[in-house]
């Protein structure tokens, strides 16, 4: 899968350079990604996780409404899931820094 895309889409035809570009991607998710546990307190608290997705739906972090970023977020759910789901969304196309993910992720919990 990766290898047809960095073939396709990159014009990456040997297997060094296809491996060192799936390698600099799994990197630079490792450094802006969240990981998972992070948002497991919203899942086990649905009514912390639809105050953080109110909060996610309504912030201007993420650009205007025509933004592809802010496109990708729901902005109606009808499930706990669909909600939580939203906020890793949010994160995950935040363009601010890992740090300030993190800051901002601990302050909506202590809020």
């Known amino acids: 899968m990766f290898r ?5 889409q990159k014009g ?3 297997d060094k350079a296809i491996n060192d570009w799936i390698i600099s991607v799994v990197k630079q998710a490792s450094e802006e990604l969240l ?3 992070s ?4 899942n086990d608290t649905p009514r912390a996780c639809y105050y953080v997705w109110l909060y ?8 205007n409404e025509q933004s592809p ?39 909506l919990k202590k809020s």
Do not use: M
């Open 4 to 8: 047809d895309y960095a073939y396709r």
């Open 12 to 14: 990456l035809s040997d």
């Open 35 to 37: 990981l998972e546990w």
């Open 39 to 42: 948002f497991r307190w919203l």
């Open 56 to 63: 996610t739906i309504n912030s201007d972090q993420l650009g």
């Open 69 to 107: 970023s802010k496109q990708t977020l729901s902005t109606v759910s009808a499930s706990h899931e669909e909600r939580y789901n939203t906020i890793i969304s949010f994160f995950d196309c935040s363009p601010a820094e890992t740090r300030y993910k993190i800051q901002d992720l601990e302050r």
